[in-house]
């Protein structure tokens, strides 16, 4: 339970880690300062990570008393935080999302009371923005996801070997959770990508080369109908 001083306290580290990155904006990519859907996009992405991440944290937790799992904080490494990082860095950029990363990594360890889950969250994060850089097809989100259960069940192992649980009961639920969290970033980022962009009327380069696609029913048209267009369109 959090006391008086925690919530003070928890809420100025929050206030403090967003002003840093508020600033980094301002510094770095100060056109999304202008573009107000932008800012908006990016303090629900905030927040919409670490409440997802709670409800997660609740849902996993209860599913490991149900299986009566004995290292019940194993469930924190299904957690997908990193599903943040990547929508950042499809939506946004690759410098915002190190940033995003940085800040939300930090927040999620603190109410985990974890030392060793903001470095989990931080390096799956990172990964997963490293690998949706160059994404171009929606199917090509599916290789992120690889990526960031291959970082996940990596990471896990080195801190159970950091904390000497490597050869315990506690390894193997922790490296499932690990690969179980993966899994969901790259449910969560597929399924919920084209409402985002929607809303926001946000274009990202996957949209962009759909729209290129010729096997479009409008370009199709547009081959047809005005092919002095569509070449000169293309």
């Known amino acids: 339970d959090f ?41 629900l992405l905030i927040i919409g990570t670490l409440l997802t991440g709670r409800l997660f944290g609740y849902l996993l937790l209860t599913l490991s008393k149900g299986l009566e799992y004995r290292a019940l904080d194993s469930s924190l490494f299904g957690i997908p935080i990193p599903a943040g990082a990547m929508f950042v860095s499809l939506l946004f950029d690759f410098h915002t999302a190190i940033i995003f990363s940085f800040t939300v990594s930090l927040l999620a360890g603190l109410w985990a009371h974890d030392a060793s889950f903001t470095i ?32 996940n069940v990596t990471t896990v192992i080195i801190l159970l070997l950091f904390k000497g649980d490597l050869f315990t009961l506690k390894a193997p639920p922790s490296i499932l959770f690990a690969a179980l969290g993966g899994i969901s970033v790259t449910a969560i980022v597929s399924l919920l990508l084209p409402l985002i962009e929607y809303v926001f009327k946000v274009t990202t380069d996957i949209s962009l080369l759909e729209l290129l696609d010729l096997n479009q029913p409008i370009m199709k048209s547009l081959m047809i109908s005005a092919p002095g267009t569509y070449h000169h369109s293309v």
């Not at 931080?122 to 990526?147: E, N």
Request: aromatic share 12%.
């Open 3 to 43: 006391g008086p001083g925690q919530l003070i306290g928890g809420f100025l580290i929050a206030c403090l880690l967003l002003t840093i990155l508020y600033r980094d904006i301002m510094r770095y990519k100060p056109a999304y300062i202008k573009k107000y859907n932008m800012l908006l996009l990016l303090g």
């Open 120 to 151: 989990y969250a931080f390096v799956g994060s990172i990964i997963a923005a490293f690998g949706v850089i160059r994404c171009k097809k929606r199917s090509s989100l599916l290789k992120g996801g690889a990526y960031v259960i291959a970082a």
